[in-house]
Each structure stands twice: as structure tokens, then as C-alpha cells.
């Protein structure tokens, strides 16, 4: 293998400008959230703040209701990640390791339906949950991620790799299945939790089409639904909506590096393997 | 016996929450486009005619369903080649042995990813923007003349793609570079030693390998482009001239913005078949190349 220095500049050269291309907008978005109202409304575009400010953030929380679309997000993504990681941990560890009559064949119907796209689904959804009187509720927007089949097929190929001697003798002690379950399943699947819970999380926190239709309440709407709307109807406040597109993603982008490993496992258990 | 109950017990929450807020609600979108449904049946159900396929023969004569379906085809035709040639370009850079810091960069390469797409689309909006964007900016420094991304029919999609490709080639980027970490060492060493440059190990050992991965990645990166919706919502609107209505955006007016959910059903099965259409090309492509 020669490695000539032209080779090392030119491949770390590549990795440097595909990096700024990845992080400019990112860091752009953050400089104009603090700069002065109009202040990004010049050419050339300025790439720092001349005297940074929080007028942004403050017009935000005081004036737009900023800090209930935070609560609205904060509140739909933990409440579909809990319910989620529960509901598809259960299932996903009974297709690995419970026998019962029908098993292979509900699996197989279930993965058969990941080709079906979401939104085939949406109009009827909306008119079952009126009926339910769901409309306009957290629970409404949270009903579309309250289980899942990736998430079922994810816990499913890692609790295959548990060891049955380990089921049988909690079995043969005595305890109950879902003894079983809680005390030796759930601890040895930490893991695949922590992914099953972040992809949840972001998911949850991400998503627009669904919350947009169900969540017309202007009070009830999450970042991204109140997003949308706010840079509607204020097209020229370039920093004002600078500020809440901070808003919405830092708190998915922390969550992100701080748990970046778990994520990048998933993503890989669930397709490569897939 | 004892398993067999436990395991249904188990199972059941997740399957019934399928089965109530979604397979259901599959079947019944199947009943609804064919259907009349509109504003009048949701405000009492008696308004509710039997129209066997006239949403769809409707549909496959209005001019915007075409037009949405040429703009649907026209991103993803154009955008999933674009997006998962910069995804295979930054995993074999990022897979160099040269590289530095890799940590850094995959973190950095990646970022995009997880980020809101309404909030990055917002963003793009301004970095697009004819008269301030960075963009224009960018060619401007290149003395090119600034161009109207956002205003212009000819323009607006390709914004789109790229706001796509750079939003989306980190996730396709890691998938790759599982696959090539998984490639053998010896398959390199045996073509150095028959002297093949970098072109020759790249077009006959690193991309025939990844074969199997190249096809997945399509298939799912597919699959996501045609759901194109968010993007143009928030950044175009649809516009200008309808050059950026996607098929589900159309679905969305349709069903949500004029509640003909009939019609809007007809849409989503439309669109349902066009995917699973383009899914069976690409697999029926790949089997006649040999790749499984």
C-alpha cells in the first residue's frame, strides 16, 4: 500500500469539506439564532453574530408559546418511547424464545407488512380516533408509534442470542413467565432497550405528517407541527425561526451523541441482518 | 402449554395495537377509496355512496395527479442514485486506511440524520434564499450569476434533492461501511499482487462485493423518496407552479386540507402501488445480475 502524501491530503481533504458541508447549515443555524432581527438579511451572509443576543429565544418562549411545543414534543416522544420499548420488548422476546402455536406464521405475516407505507393507513386512523374522541390528544398523536414492527423484529434478533439454559432453570426455580421476563430478560436485553428507546425517541420527536393531521389545536401541536406553521407566517424573520429550529433539534442532536453507539447498532442489526 | 399461553400473552399488547391502529385501518382505506367520502360524510355518514373505481379513474385523469406523479418519480429517479453515490463516497473515504479521526467525521457526516426535518428545511429556506442565501453567496464567489432556487419551476426540485441527499447519505453511508469493513483483506492483497491500480480494486472487488448492500440500500432509500412530503411542505409549499407537489402532499390536500378522504385513499393506494411496482423492478434487476 503506498502512501504517498498526495493520497493523504486528498482523502482527508475530501473527509474535511464533506464535514463542513454536513455542519454549516447546523452552525449557520446557530450564529443567525443570536444575531440582531434583520441582522442575517445581508449580502454577503454574515457568519457570526456582531453583538449576539437572546431577543430571539426570549420572542419565542414569551410571545409564540414556545415552551408549550417543547412540553407537547418532550411529553409525545417520552410517552411513545416508554410504551413502545415496553409493548415490542414483550413481543419481540416471545417470537425469539416462547413457543406457542401460530408463531412463525404471525411473524412472517407481520414482516410482510413493513413493505405497506404508513400513510395508506392515516385516513381511516383519523376517523377512528374521532370516533374515540382522540383527536386533538396526546394519546392521538402518540397511537401511530405505540408499537412497531422494526422494533419487534430488532428485539426479536437479539434476544435469540440468549442462552435457554439461563429461561429454563428461572423455570425450573419456579418463577412465573413474567418473573422471567422481568428479572432476567429484561436486564440481559439492556442494550437493544437503550437502541429500541432512542429510535423511539427520535422518532417520535421527528415526526411531522401524522401530528400535523391529528393535532389542530394550536396549544396541543409539537416543534415540528408549530415549526412549519410559524415559518408560514414569518417568511422574513430569518433569526426568530433560526432560534427554533434550535429549538427543536439540540435536544435530538444531544441525545444522539450521547448515546451515538446504540443508535449505530440498531441501525445495523436492522438492516444489515434484515 | 404454559409457553404457548405465556406467548400469546406476550405478543398481544403490541398485536393488538397493530392490528387496531393499523392493519385495520389498511383494510379500511381499501373501502374508503371507493367511496365518495367527503366533507359531507364526516358530518353524517348517511351522505356515503358506493363509487366503485371512480377515484381512481378520476384520479388517473387529473392532470395534477400526473403532475405530482412526475415530480414524485422526478426526486426519486434522481435523488436516490444522488444520494446513495455520496453515501458510497463518504463510507470509502471514511473506510480509508489514510483517514484521520474517523470517529470525528462519522460523527459529523452523520448529524444530518438525526436532525428534525421541518427545522433543517426551514433552514435550507434561507440558505436558498435568491438575494441573502449562502448559496448565492457560494456562486457568486465562483462569479456565477445568483440563481432563483425557490422561485424557479426548473430549480425548485433540485434544491429539494440536494436538501435530501445532504440530509439523508450518513444513514446509507454507515450500512456501507458495515459492508465494506466485512469485505476480506486477502480479496486486496490478491489483486495488489496482480498489480490492479485503485479504479480496478474498486470496480472489481469492492463494489461487486457489495452487492448484496448496494441492493438493500436501494430498496430502502426507495422506498423513503417516495414518501416525499415534509420537504416540499415546508420549503416550496408545493410551488412555484406545482413544481414540487409529491404524491403524498396531494394525498395530504386531498384528505386533510379538503377532507375528501376517499379520493385521498385512492391516492395513498396508488402511491402503495407504485412503490411495490419499482420494488419488484429493482429485485427483478438485481436477480437477472446475479446479485442475491
Redesign the interface.
Known amino acids: 500500500m503506498k502512501r504517498s502524501p498526495l493520497a493523504l491530503a486528498l482523502v482527508n481533504g475530501a473527509l474535511i469539506g464533506l464535514a463542513a458541508i454536513s455542519l454549516a447549515p447546523l452552525f449557520w443555524m446557530l450564529a443567525v439564532s443570536f444575531m440582531q432581527p434583520g441582522e442575517a438579511s445581508h449580502f454577503p451572509p454574515p457568519w457570526w453574530p456582531s453583538h449576539p443576543t437572546l431577543h430571539n429565544y426570549r420572542e419565542l418562549f414569551l410571545r409564540n408559546g414556545m415552551a408549550t411545543y417543547l412540553f407537547n414534543s418532550a411529553l409525545i416522544a417520552t410517552g411513545v418511547t416508554l410504551i413502545s420499548v415496553l409493548l415490542n420488548t414483550l413481543a419481540g422476546y416471545a417470537f425469539a424464545k416462547l413457543r406457542f402455536r401460530g408463531r412463525e406464521r404471525t411473524f412472517r405475516a407481520l414482516l410482510a407488512a413493513l413493505v405497506i407505507p404508513a400513510q395508506v393507513a392515516m385516513m381511516p386512523l383519523f376517523l377512528l380516533l374521532k370516533q374515540m374522541g382522540l383527536v386533538n390528544t396526546y394519546f392521538g398523536a402518540m397511537v401511530p408509534g405505540l408499537a412497531g414492527i422494526f422494533g419487534i423484529f430488532l428485539v426479536r434478533q437479539y434476544a435469540r442470542s440468549l442462552p435457554d439454559e439461563l429461561l429454563e432453570a428461572a423455570r425450573i426455580d419456579g418463577a412465573s413467565e413474567a418473573r422471567i421476563f422481568f428479572q432476567v430478560v429484561l436486564p440481559a436485553l439492556r442494550p437493544i432497550l437503550v437502541t429500541l428507546a432512542v429510535f423511539a425517541f427520535l422518532g417520535a420527536w421527528n415526526d411531522f405528517m401524522w401530528p400535523l393531521i391529528v393535532l389542530g389545536d394550536q396549544d396541543m401541536q409539537t416543534l415540528p407541527v408549530a415549526l412549519a406553521t410559524l415559518s408560514r407566517e414569518h417568511v422574513q424573520d430569518n433569526e426568530l425561526m433560526m432560534a427554533g429550529a434550535v429549538v427543536t433539534i439540540v435536544p435530538v442532536l444531544v441525545l444522539f451523541l450521547m448515546l451515538q453507539r446504540y443508535y449505530l447498532q440498531g441501525l445495523l442489526v436492522g438492516s444489515v441482518k434484515g | 402449554m ?10 398481544a ?3 393488538s ?2 392490528l ?7 383494510l ?2 381499501f373501502a ?1 377509496s371507493v367511496t365518495d367520502f367527503d366533507i359531507y360524510a364526516l358530518a353524517d355518514p348517511r351522505n356515503l355512496r358506493f363509487v366503485g373505481l371512480d377515484n381512481y379513474i378520476g384520479l388517473l385523469t387529473n392532470p395534477l395527479f400526473w403532475k405530482a406523479l412526475g415530480n414524485t418519480l422526478y426526486f426519486v429517479v434522481v435523488g436516490v442514485p444522488l444520494s446513495i453515490a455520496a453515501s458510497l ?2 463510507a470509502l ?2 473506510h ?5 479521526f474517523k470517529p ?2 462519522r ?6 440524520v ?7 428545511a ?6 436558498f434564499h435568491t ?4 448559496m448565492n ?1 457560494l456562486l ?1 464567489l465562483a462569479g456565477i450569476a445568483p440563481i432563483d432556487w425557490l422561485g424557479d419551476p426548473h430549480w425548485s426540485m433540485p434544491t429539494i434533492i440536494l436538501f435530501a441527499v ?1 440530509k439523508n447519505f ?2 446509507n453511508m ?2 456501507f461501511l ?2 465494506l469493513q466485512a469485505i476480506p483483506e486477502d480479496l486486496y492483497e490478491a489483486a ?1 499482487i496482480d498489480g490492479a491500480s485503485w479504479w480496478k480494486q474498486l470496480t472489481h472487488v469492492t463494489l461487486p462485493m457489495l452487492g448484496p ?1 448496494l441492493l ?2 436501494s430498496i ?1 432509500t426507495m ?1 423513503g423518496y ?2 416525499l ?2 420537504e416540499p ?2 420549503i416550496t ?1 408545493g410551488g412555484p407552479l406545482q413544481s414540487t407537489v409529491s404524491v ?1 402532499y396531494m ?2 390536500d386531498e ?2 386540507k379538503w377532507w375528501n ?1 376517499g379520493n ?2 385512492a391516492v ?2 396508488l ?2 402501488l407504485l ?2 411496482a419499482a ?1 419488484s423492478g429493482l429485485l427483478w434487476f438485481a436477480r437477472k445480475r446475479g446479485v442475491e
Open positions: 404454559r409457553a404457548s399461553l405465556a406467548g400469546w400473552a406476550f405478543v399488547p403490541a398485536l395495537v397493530i387496531l391502529f393499523f392493519a385495520l385501518p389498511v379500511a382505506a374508503l463516497t463518504a473515504l471514511l480509508s486506511k489514510l483517514a484521520r470525528f467525521f460523527t459529523a457526516l452523520f448529524a444530518p438525526v436532525t428534525t426535518v421541518v427545522a433543517v426551514v433552514i435550507w429556506r434561507y440558505l438575494r441573502y442565501g449562502v453567496w457568486s445532504w450518513g444513514y454507515i450500512i458495515a459492508g495488489r448492500v438493500l440500500v430502502l422506498a417516495f414518501q412530503f415534509a411542505y415546508v409549499q403524498l394525498m395530504y384528505g386533510f378522504l385521498a385513499s395513498a393506494f402511491l402503495f412503490m411495490t420494488t
